[in-house]
């Protein structure tokens, strides 16, 4: 839709009136007025088809009314009297001729503020009906498109034979906007209109209401896109509000979708099957058509420019379907598919794992040069930097590690699904156990490395959870084939489709969207990725963490070889790291010691550059440039430095600055270890954070390094997992509780039973 | 505020105007215009302080320059020039002039759409020298106020001296809307203006910008409160954008608050600086204030109305500071003192609980007084239900039990925090320990319940949490009793502060905005009320479940006995409970068996009302009504009776139609226990809710019961806790690394080091 040029908006009247009262709603058409007028400036032919003219008028026409009367009188009671006038005695024709004018002064004045030109155009039924009048208005609208105005369209109500009764109008008075109800039911055939000739499936459409008169005008006008707004969401596949109601993205024609339609829209003429009825007729002449909710207020700013650039919004009418399945249909697909998986026996799950560690190497060909033509596109492109080319190139040597990696993941996955982690006997013959499950299904978001693709579907595969992978675009071929070999090596034991890979056209907000079916996001890839993810996934949870702010505390009584050591370590061997040091504390004494010297010679020579905290800078007579902020992760050769009082104030400044991920502490004042008095033990039990390390380098919090077998993510949360996530990250647990007809009233006061609550073995099974 | 009867709304350039490019806001425009119509007509008297006059006169200028050239030529371009015109040919108050009409009728038209009148007033400085014209202006407003219309206020830009060069505009040329800059600085005596003699304080203000004019017309029409939009969130304690920088909510002058103003707004003139200099002078003068942004698309379509109501936007600027710390500062010091708690030893906890305990039975009395005023409060305003004013009421028989529930707690509580829940060998002399820690600082929100404060306190100080507690009106007597009592115990450890009572008066969105400060919200009371924080609680997690639709399905080969049993067990026993059956669902051939009348006949004795699935009712020649959604949580004496197949099917229809609370199946169909081929195992293993149930009452999913000790809540969520949640479900963990200097550079290929990964006994302790 990015491509359309000339868009009709067609603008219902729940969008531009304020629903049962008569005034236009302002802050609605504003916000659609700069949308067109920013789609209009950046070269597309925007045209407009609005109802409003009706409430506008009957609007000032009440305030005329009114004021002829006693008007002292009326504004001196201090109180509103305008909203308690009848509605009826107002006539919609009057009304109608009243509006217009004010109606298109606002829309102009509006469009005005982006210098943007309009012009008025009233058309009615005769219009059409007449050849040479249809010309005439064709060629009018194309010369206003061509001087880069924006044709407003209304039907000229005050011109129109008054309302005639008919079905469609139920429940519309003279007091709802009448644009359009005023025309008689005119059928033309399509053949008659030149450009339509080929659109004959769908050969009749009457201009009852603005949506046939919009999608009339989309097709006359050639246009690309039609954009029908009211205070529909769009095409539900059931009566909105039943059980089974979905929104359907996309309506193709030619699909035996079985659709319902809800009950007509509030204001207005035209109900849903009046505007699928139109939708129809314009795609069938070459316009494509989106219908939207236009009313809703956490969207009306954006709606219109969400939808041509190609946002999921309301319902897309649409002739070619695409080649896959859509998104919800695969997560579908994966959760039915991924419940067959977790009632796998483990070493079955290991065996598919073990089989994709074979193909990795069997295939290696293909993978290459699937690999290779990915590299061949970045290399030409020029867009990826050379730390991203070097992580989308594979080699046989990385999958050889990778393999090596999987097999460990197999290993690990006994004994993950279905673990009896309590037993209790709850009373005589009522049993309680709790044990591991897969969380469900997963979304994995990663960006260039392709080698996350099998990693992440063992860790899946290992846990009985479904997974959608959604893969960066720079690797799409290699995706494309590490996905085909993990389905192979699932398809040997029936459950090939527990593993998807989400298109890359899907947009990550879109994802977050289906709340209900996705359990658990983790995002593999830079910061600003996961923070994007935990920003876009309200309401699902999202595994990982977005800052790595890790401090090296270095103690009044630190040893100095372990301090330049485990400083040279933590900050030099791995600078990207998220478990990398960003901020050096050091203890007030330690200025006047040698270590000083030391350490601030190890970073001169490793190259580190080196920013002072404000106390650290405050110490110094030439200092280095001043730390922005305490609470930057550098992510490179570069560090800050700031001095502190004691062990209770580093404790303080991490609690303050630090992201939660890994703080050290070195030093020597320990005589026993474990004893609660020490430093170095007060530092671990005090610093809450994931992470807390005596006298270790920052970079061993990692699930390999811990020995978890397998690494998930690295967590910051306070809930699930937290740290370096193995396996155990992605189950939870379930209650299964075995009786022989317990009731709760067996155990009221005056019940026959007793709870026992005795606590059983975990690997003990007592029947009786 | 919401008593504020007069208020000026005062609308800065960068609300009023698009930042930049200087065509007008319409959207913010128009959705202001909405808030200030509906205010007046819920009978406030609104005045409006407005900019734009230039942006607006800029636009249409260069627009009419534009067309006076050669006008087919530039459209014809089909690219827009307009925007390519350099600003400095268009002179400021030329602008003005121009734009002052064009803007008075856009204001006009827009507050016609809500049948309000506006009246454009236009100032000097002159009108506020001059003690007549002042009186004169003075007495127009207030005509205009009396007569329902809505003063807009500007100044007379066009008749005004040119700008002189003044510190207080820099970065403000001609371009940008020069509203106020070209007024001389004027310094008045406030004394000299009636109404003012009594705001010595801040005797001298200048009117050179829109805040000053806004505060001093304020004063003058002595309103009650004067909102100032423009595009900064209000008052920082430093610089936005430093680390400490925290926006200032409430700012009493008498405070030695420490502030420092940021720069300047983007657009327009008045700095902070000028913004808190004429906040402060109005209030002196008798005005609330509120400084607030006007910009945010998030909030602009209710920003004003958010004020009005008292919600916490912005910076209001008052006289009078509460008695207690602000919402922040109690979390603050909840947290820190929850910090001393965690590091209490355990039976240091537990005595707490205990002596709370004890303190419920010796204060007896106290307790009840004050829950006899929250009773007559109750029963005298009439507004609760007999239900709720049940569970309001306390006895000594309730305190007893709760006061046994409490020494529960107090055992249980031994052994949660700082358990060691893994230890393994790294390499030598590397030992890694994963213990748990506190989640941090909870917050519960519950309802009517009086007793369940000292129950929350109880579970939050056995797990070493720092607790905010926000109970509802209803009980705001006991609560406070409650709450005196749990911090009394709280001290003989000095650790008073722990548990916090917020004000009954903060609301919980307010509550939920503190993302950074509560790591958990525990919601306790009903459905809605969790639904509400789920909404509400953007960033922190919430335990808990919203809906509990429990199953029970009577499979073809169950136990006449045990289904009747525990049909009527799981639904009649407490019928509002969340673990309550909502959908039985019975196997096809039980249709036919005697069991199927036995339940019926069971279903009506009790007076449960049959609501009949699709299927159920296809089956019967007569059926009662059809269930409205298969969804549904009766919460009462109903349920709804559906049909399936086969144990298979009732799995699907649970899946799809299911909470994941508790689900039950009965059935005899089994040769023996444990076997995976049996009905009853399969069922088990295949359904993943929270609580899977054979042949007991669904009600038995509950903490005590299931013999936890404690309940905390019933979570349906997939991460973190699952079903009934014990004292485990408010613990987090940390891991502690414990060397001597060891760093990853040791154990790389060339290392001189090997990872052991030797899991150790989780007692063991080991120092070498």
Redesign the interface.
């Known amino acids: 839709m990015r491509q359309a040029k000339r868009i009709v908006v067609k603008l219902g009247s729940a969008v531009v009136t304020?629903g049962d009262e008569c005034?236009?709603a302002?802050?609605r058409?504003?916000?659609i007025?700069?949308q067109v007028a920013m789609l209009q400036?950046q070269?597309r032919e925007m045209v407009i088809v609005t109802s409003g003219a009706v409430a506008?008028g009957k609007?000032?026409l009440?305030?005329e009314i009114l004021l002829s009367q006693s008007v002292r009188q009326a504004?001196?009671?201090?109180?509103?009297q305008?909203?308690d006038m009848s509605l009826s005695v107002l006539e919609a024709r009057a009304c109608a001729a009243a509006g217009q004018s004010?109606l298109m002064?606002?829309y102009e004045?509006?469009f005005?503020?982006?210098?943007?030109?309009t012009a008025q155009v009233l058309v009615t039924n005769l219009d059409f009906h007449d050849d040479e009048k249809r010309q005439n208005l064709h060629s009018t609208l194309q010369e206003l498109l061509?001087?880069?105005?924006v044709p407003i369209i209304n039907t000229n109500d005050a011109v129109v034979p008054p309302p005639e009764p008919d079905s469609d109008l139920q429940g519309v008075n003279v007091g709802t906007d009448s644009m359009g109800a005023t025309l008689e039911v005119v059928r033309v055939a399509a053949g008659v209109l030149k450009g339509l000739a080929e659109s004959l499936v769908c050969t009749v459409i009457s201009i009852k209401d603005n949506d046939s008169l919009a999608a009339r005008l989309a097709v006359e006008m050639k246009a690309d896109l039609l954009i029908a707004l009211s205070d529909v969401e769009g095409l539900y596949n059931s009566p909105p509000g039943?059980?089974d109601a979905k929104l359907i993205d996309i309506f193709y024609p030619g699909d035996q979708q079985s659709i319902t339609y809800g009950t007509k829209s509030r204001v207005g003429i035209g109900g849903m099957e009046a505007k699928v009825k139109a939708a129809l007729w314009a795609l069938h002449g070459g316009t494509s058509v989106v219908i939207a909710n236009g009313t809703n207020?956490k969207v009306t700013?954006h709606v219109i420019t969400d939808i041509v650039e190609g946002k999921k919004v309301g319902t897309f009418f649409s002739e070619t379907k695409p080649a896959g399945p859509s998104v919800e249909e695969q997560t579908e697909k994966a959760r039915n598919c991924g419940?067959s998986l977790a009632?796998l026996q483990p070493d079955q799950r290991s065996e598919i794992i073990r089989h994709l560690a074979e193909l990795l190497t069997e295939r290696k060909e293909m993978i290459l040069t699937a690999n290779k033509m990915d590299m061949d596109v970045a290399y030409s492109t020029g867009r990826l930097a050379p730390a991203m080319l070097k992580r989308l190139s594979l080699s046989p040597a990385k999958l050889h590690s990778l393999a090596v990696g999987l097999h460990q993941i197999a290993e690990t996955a006994q004994g993950t699904v279905g673990r009896v982690l309590r037993r209790?006997r709850?009373a005589h013959n009522?049993e309680?156990e709790?044990i591991t499950?897969p969380?469900?299904v997963l979304l994995v978001i990663f960006e260039a490395r392709p080698d996350c693709l099998p990693q992440v579907s063992a860790l899946a595969i290992a846990t009985g959870n479904a997974l959608l992978l959604k893969g960066g675009k720079e690797a799409a071929n290699t995706n494309r084939v590490l996905h085909q070999l993990t389905q192979e090596a699932l398809s040997i034991h029936g459950v090939r489709e527990a593993v998807q890979m989400v298109s890359t056209r899907e947009e990550v907000e879109d994802l977050c969207r289906l709340d209900k079916m996705i359990?658990?996001i983790i995002p593999r890839g830079s910061s600003q990725l996961v923070r994007d993810i935990q920003r876009a996934a309200?309401g699902i949870?999202v595994?990982g963490h977005s800052e790595g702010i890790c401090h090296v505390y270095i103690d009044a009584d630190a040893?100095v070889?372990?301090a330049i050591?485990?400083g040279?370590?933590s900050k030099c061997?791995y600078p990207a790291a998220c478990n990398a040091m960003e901020t050096l504390l050091i203890h007030r004494d330690i200025l006047r010691a040698p270590l000083f010297d030391q350490m601030v010679d190890m970073l001169r020579t490793e190259r580190v550059k080196i920013h002072a905290g404000p106390r650290f800078a405050s110490y110094l007579t030439f200092s280095p440039s001043e730390a922005k902020?305490?609470?930057t992760e550098y992510g490179d050769l570069e560090c800050c430095v700031e001095v502190v009082d004691s062990m209770e104030e580093a404790v303080e400044h991490i609690h303050k600055?630090g992201s939660s991920h890994t703080d050290v502490i070195i030093t020597e004042n320990v005589i026993e270890?474990?004893l609660p008095e020490e430093t170095?033990e007060q530092f671990?039990?005090?610093l809450?954070?994931?992470?807390?390390?005596?006298?270790?380098?920052s970079?061993?919090?990692d699930g390999y390094?811990?020995?978890l077998g397998a690494e998930v993510g690295i967590s910051t949360?306070?809930?699930?997992a937290?740290?370096?996530v193995g396996l155990e990250g992605l189950l939870?647990?379930?209650?299964?509780?075995?009786?022989?007809?317990?009731?709760?009233?067996d155990?009221s006061e005056h019940g026959t039973r007793k709870?026992l609550?005795e606590s059983l073995a975990v690997g003990q099974?007592d029947?009786n």
């Open positions: 304020r005034g236009l302002l802050g058409l504003a916000s007025v700069e400036n070269g506008f609007q000032r009440r305030h504004l001196h009671s201090g109180h509103n305008l909203k004010g002064a606002l004045a509006m005005t503020q982006y210098s943007t030109c061509r001087m880069n105005i039943t059980d207020p700013g419940r009632s209790t709850v009522l309680l709790q499950i969380i469900g359990d658990l309200k949870p595994l040893s070889d372990k050591k485990i040279r370590d061997d902020s305490l609470r600055y270890i474990f170095a671990l039990q005090k809450d954070s994931a992470c807390v390390f005596w006298n270790a380098s970079r061993f919090a390094r811990f020995g949360a306070r809930i699930h937290r740290g370096p939870t647990t379930k209650w299964i509780l075995r009786g022989e007809g317990h009731t709760v009233a155990f709870y609550h099974r029947n």
